[in-house]
């Protein structure tokens, strides 16, 4: 039941709620929803600590409605907030869904990485690894995306060092 990133995107532009935790390309703001979260477990916790010492000022039955209403209005909306979250995310990881931006700054840092690791002590581990993530990211994007990702795996590859240690021209 995910929801692509398209239709973030589309959602994000049309509801005021939901342009609170995404931006218009579908993203979602970390930082935004970490903190909402945060507060709302700040609240469950006030709110459980507060009925529980007026529960023992006042009786059971004062703890067992402040229980009850700390449960309706605090931690089903949280509970409901975060399956929320997850609903629009679930599906698994089968394709990538990074965006055109994203997947060109993967793959120009991969690149710059590349470039910086010649002459270095672990040149050999560090242009191995670099590879191994330019084909990981070349076996993840769609299909109209997949051969700039392999030309930017076959180019790291090739900048691998020999077994006389140099590594062949850029």
Known sequence: ???????????ANQSAFVRVFYDRDGDMHAARVLAIILVLVAI???????????????????????????????????????FWIIMRH?????????SDRERGEILDYLRAQAREAKGTPDEAKRLQWLAREAWHVA????????????????????????????????
């Open 1 to 11: 039941m995910s929801l692509d990133r398209d239709t973030r995107a589309r959602a």
């Open 90 to 98: 679930g599906g698994g990881y089968t394709q990538s869904e990074w």
């Open 44 to 82: 469950i916790v006030v709110g459980t600590v507060g009925v529980s010492f007026a529960g023992a000022v006042a009786g059971p039955e004062t703890l067992a409605i402040g229980a009850l209403i700390v449960f309706l209005a605090i931690k089903l909306p949280f509970l409901g907030f975060v």
């Open 139 to 170: 076996d993840t994007v769609p299909d109209e995306h997949r051969a700039e990702a392999v030309a930017v795996a076959v180019e790291i590859s090739a900048l691998r060092p020999t077994p006389s240690g140099t590594t062949s021209p850029p």
